[in-house]
């Protein structure tokens, strides 16, 4: 069944179409305010403004990761909190959703440096380092 926003405004309580409009067009931007891409995050990471923190599976770290990321885990993530404020966190994921989320979860938590990998690692093999191989998920 497929029904329109008009409808599902209706169904969830009357709320006006051009407010639900305007609010994912704000969650819209502020995700792309969140993104960085593979080039500009390279940029920071040879400068030493930025560090890779990869959220994906620890067997898809371990199958290919960008050299110097570290792999999240449950001690990195007390640990992070620790880190220079001046530094750029950039959360890397296979193609930029699970990374997003992660930056979006810190930054809620009060980091204001962080980022996420725009197309993930995926995207840093095709702009950055093409011997970086690719993947997909079975």
């Known amino acids: ?10 169904r ?3 709320l006006a179409v051009e407010d639900v409009i305007a609010f ?10 969140m993104e960085i891409s593979a080039k500009e995050a390279a940029v920071l990471v040879q400068e030493g403004k930025a560090r890779l923190v990869d959220v994906r599976t620890r067997e898809e770290f371990e199958a290919v990761h960008i050299a110097g990321s570290v ?9 992070i909190s620790g880190w220079d404020r001046s530094l750029q966190i ?6 930029g959703v699970r990374s997003l989320d992660a930056a979006a979860y810190f930054a ?7 980022r996420s990998l725009r197309g993930g690692i995926d995207a840093w093999s095709c702009e ?3 011997e970086l191989p690719r993947y997909e998920l079975a």
């Open 108 to 114: 809620g938590h009060g980091m204001q440096n962080v």
């Open 1 to 10: 069944m497929e029904e329109t926003l008009a409808e599902v405004c209706e």
């Open 24 to 33: 994912l067009s704000r969650a819209q931007q502020e995700d792309q305010g």
């Open 128 to 130: 950055v380092d093409p």
């Open 71 to 79: 792999a999240f885990n449950e001690s990195l993530m007390h640990e």
């Open 12 to 14: 969830n309580g009357g």
């Open 90 to 95: 950039v959360f890397v994921c296979h193609h």
